[in-house]
């Protein structure tokens, strides 16, 4: 299959990366990292080590038949990296959101207009860029796609590659799912500068359930009813890993963070249903503030950024 990964950072990367042994892979990203892959090879360390060889370029000039293009850039960059491509998308093109956040799918179709089919998918991998041409493994996990037209295909090429790719029959509620953990882990290791291990400490749980509480009221204000400790769940997945959240990557770099895809919109979505959220927006807040590199802690940040 064609695979086209739009916005290859860290996850893009990853994918990438498993992908290309069997399929015809490309990966468009910022220049320093393409030039980097075309001229050594994409580096893979952490749970694996290897090199690859794959095909990375800065603009896409077409798109063959039946193709499949993952779209793993932030949420607020969607709409730009796919209006450039809008005119090379086919009828039989299938474009997968594998994005965080809320609505990076309405965006893509927006962007899109009528052509080629817009799919919702989230991704439990986790991985860290580097440096150009280098990224860590850092978390093993799982990816769920929209069930729809294609997603069968799409899936037993995920899974031949080891992305475990798992049908979900409501996406919107797994979207939610996810979100609500992203608004705890993203912006409270963030903030303190850490691993997203250091989530299961207990000294956090308070913050924790406040963060919680406020998501769920959300969620059900648009429908949507999440059932279990999710204090639990996010002590018992993360308490092991070493991996850095992509908020924290996106401050180390300068680069502007997902924020009002996550917590922001929570926030959004509550004040228009009448649902106070003052938690996560204090969390966004603070993740606004930290955006400016002059209020990011020197330690916090990279000496070479990517």
């Not at 299959?1 to 498993?18: F, H, N, P, R, T």
């Amino acid at each position: 299959m064609e695979i086209i990964v739009l916005g290859a950072g860290a996850i893009g990367s990853l994918y990438g990366a498993k992908l290309a042994p069997a399929n015809d892979v490309t990966l468009v990203a910022r220049a320093k990292h393409a030039a980097a892959i075309n001229a050594n090879g994409l580096r893979v360390e952490g749970l694996e080590s290897r090199t690859v060889p794959i095909r990375a370029t800065t603009t896409l000039e077409k798109i063959g038949p039946k193709a499949l293009i993952l779209v793993t850039t932030k949420v607020s960059d969607t709409a730009a990296v796919l209006a450039p491509i809008a005119p090379l998308v086919r009828d039989d093109t299938t474009i997968v959101s594998l994005q965080n956040g809320l609505d990076s799918e309405k965006i893509a179709r927006r962007a899109l207009g009528p052509r080629g089919i817009v799919l919702r998918a989230i991704t439990q991998f986790g991985a860290i860029f580097k440096a150009p041409g280098e990224i860590q493994f850092m978390a093993r996990g799982y990816t769920l796609l929209e069930k729809r037209e294609r997603s069968e295909q799409i899936a037993a090429v995920l899974n031949a590659a080891g992305l475990d790719c798992r049908i979900s029959p409501d996406i919107l509620h797994d979207v939610w799912r996810k979100l609500v953990i992203n608004c705890v882990v993203n912006p409270i290791t963030a903030i303190l500068g850490c691993e997203v291990g250091e989530i299961a400490n207990p000294q956090l749980d308070p913050l924790k359930e406040l963060v919680i509480a406020e998501c769920l009221a959300v969620a059900a204000s648009q429908g949507v009813i999440l059932a279990g400790d999710f204090q639990q769940e996010i002590s018992d997945f993360f308490w092991p890993s070493r991996n850095i959240a992509s908020m924290l990557q996106d401050l180390r770099r300068g680069r502007p963070t997902e924020i009002d895809y996550l917590n922001g919109a929570v926030v959004l979505l509550g004040a228009q249903n009448n649902i106070d959220c003052p938690v996560n927006a204090a969390l966004a807040a603070i993740i606004k503030a930290m955006e400016a590199a002059s209020l990011v802690p020197k330690k916090m940040l990279e000496t070479e950024p990517a």
